[in-house]
């Protein structure tokens, strides 16, 4: 039977437990769970999904347990709509670990079924790839259960993605904005968006915080998308490997960011009390 717990799922099949994982900081906790208190149910632990591919010899001290195993699997076991046409990005982002879990940037010939599209780069595919992606979210979606899409990155968006995904059956659009240093192409990015038809609340934009700014920028960033009536959605940078989800960095530190810091610009922007007009 397989396990859904916050921090990973789980199952046993022939004496095997494989465990898939997302966020390196919840590999402590399945090491108590499964590497300290071992259960009589299986021999061997088989530990998969981003998380391992991060950290990748967090067990090597456990010569039961095996690192490995399929990113899909992985990506389906955490959200079954979830599905993508491709792998890896051909930005290479500094704050990003895409390019060291999934490796070289490469288009895939099939599609696992789902609506909830989870390419990293969607708007850097060729255009042909881009129309197969947005029929399959189409094909998966119906007016009760709506597609989202994310990796709309808006240096690359052009008239004719801006067309495409307003035809899609989607609820949410997900762009970023996490410099200041592509404001403009973010700015002009939404003017198609609207031009296309696309409305404002569709539309969500990331802003990576914490990274090499300070707390000072990340809330200037963030109100500059409020302003455009988009709600932000401050993400806190976290190092890839990182074991405790809320340790604050040194260089985050020295950057003037501490644990109150953190909860002001994550609690503002999403417990809403920075309101989007629409
Ligand atoms: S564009 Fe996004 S997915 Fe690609 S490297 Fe940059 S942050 Fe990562």
Known sequence: MVQWSKTFVSWVKDRTLFVSVVFSWDLPAVERRFCLQRSMEFDRIVIGGPAIRAVPNYFSQYEFVTAGGDLDLAFKLHNKQ?????????????????????????????????????????????????????????????????????????????????????????????????????????????????????????????????????????WKRCEHILKRGIKPLPMFYRPPDILDKNRITDNQEKMGWNDFERRRIMQWFYQHKAAVKY
């Open 82 to 218: 979830a599905t993508r046409t491709s792998i890896g990005c051909v930005r290479h982002c500094p704050h990003c670990g895409v390019d060291h879990i999934e490796g070289r940037f490469r288009l895939l010939k099939r599609f696992a079924p789902g609506n909830v599209l989870i390419d990293n780069n969607l708007t850097a595919l060729p255009m042909n790839h881009f129309h197969r992606a947005m029929d399959h979210v189409d094909k998966y979606s119906t007016r009760d259960n709506p597609g989202d899409i994310q990796g709309v990155d808006v240096r690359f968006i052009n008239e004719e993605h801006a067309r495409r995904i307003k035809c899609a059956r989607i609820n949410v659009l997900r762009i970023a904005l996490d410099s200041f240093s592509y404001v403009d192409q973010w700015d002009r990015a939404l003017e198609i968006l609207f031009a296309a038809g696309i409305p404002k609340r569709k539309i969500r934009s990331y802003a990576l915080v914490a990274f090499d700014t300070d707390p000072g920028e990340g």
